[in-house]
């Protein structure tokens, strides 16, 4: 089985890494963040409460985060899962360790992607992303190559924003917060045997490799 975290920093290349992944590997990709923003796009009381936060660049109280994911997680499916922005504190942890040991299937490993501070925050104010397929550009890093749309009719091309929580200010908040709550789970992981560590701060495709190696084949490969 591959049941795995991918944990990391804003602007890791967690979502970019996540995307090629999920397809690669036909895994059930479950990112807080996508999920969040879809609820807030829907204008739905979790998304109304959820915005205070996410614009402030502050995490988003465990209790709704930990419900979304625990939902998924127990909705059936090939138990083939990449997690992604979660979990992003050690109650979060605890609480997706409960879960899916409730559910009989443990984690097979958390990849952790390092990126220095400097680098974070050129990624994270050059990002574009499509609001339609939802993929994630860089300015200079990762041009959009012009081509259609993957979700459009195959005539339409990306219809790139960016992120409100990209704004420098913000971007400065959401690395600190990341250092106090978030950064503690690489202990965490380790200490139980599950962390693989990968350089982040080499090509998408040189930090692709690094990852796959951490990955088991899919079944009948
Ligand atoms: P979320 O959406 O999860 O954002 P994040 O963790 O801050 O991560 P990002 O999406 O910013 O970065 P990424 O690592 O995916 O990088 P990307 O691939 O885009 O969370 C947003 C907010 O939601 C949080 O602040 C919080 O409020 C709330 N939230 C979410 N989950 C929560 C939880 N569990 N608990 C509580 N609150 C939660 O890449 C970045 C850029 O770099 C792109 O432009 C990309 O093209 C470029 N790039 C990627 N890889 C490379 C490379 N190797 N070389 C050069 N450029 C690269």
Known sequence: MARLILLGPPGAGKGTQAERLRAEFDLVHLAT????????????????????????????????????????????????????GFPR????ADALDRTLSDLGMPLDAVISIAVSREEL?????????????GRSFHEVFNP??????????GTETCDLYQRDDDRPETVSHRLSVYEEQTAPLIDYYRSRGLLREVDGERTTDEVHDQIVTHIPAPPGS
Not at 144 to 153: Q, V
Request: charged share 30%; aromatic share 6%; with cysteine.
């Open 144 to 153: 959009y190559p012009g081509t259609p749309c993957p979700s459009g009719d």
């Open 33 to 84: 963040g996508d999920l969040l923003r879809a609820a807030v796009a829907e204008g739905t009381d979790l998304g109304r409460e959820a915005k205070r936060y996410m614009d402030a660049g502050e995490l988003v109280p465990d209790a709704v985060v930990v419900g979304m994911i625990r939902e998924r997680l127990s909705g059936g499916g090939s138990g083939r899962f990449l997690l992604d």
């Open 121 to 133: 925050v050129r990624r994270l104010a050059g990002r574009w992303i499509c609001r339609r397929c």
């Open 89 to 92: 504190s050690v109650p979060q």
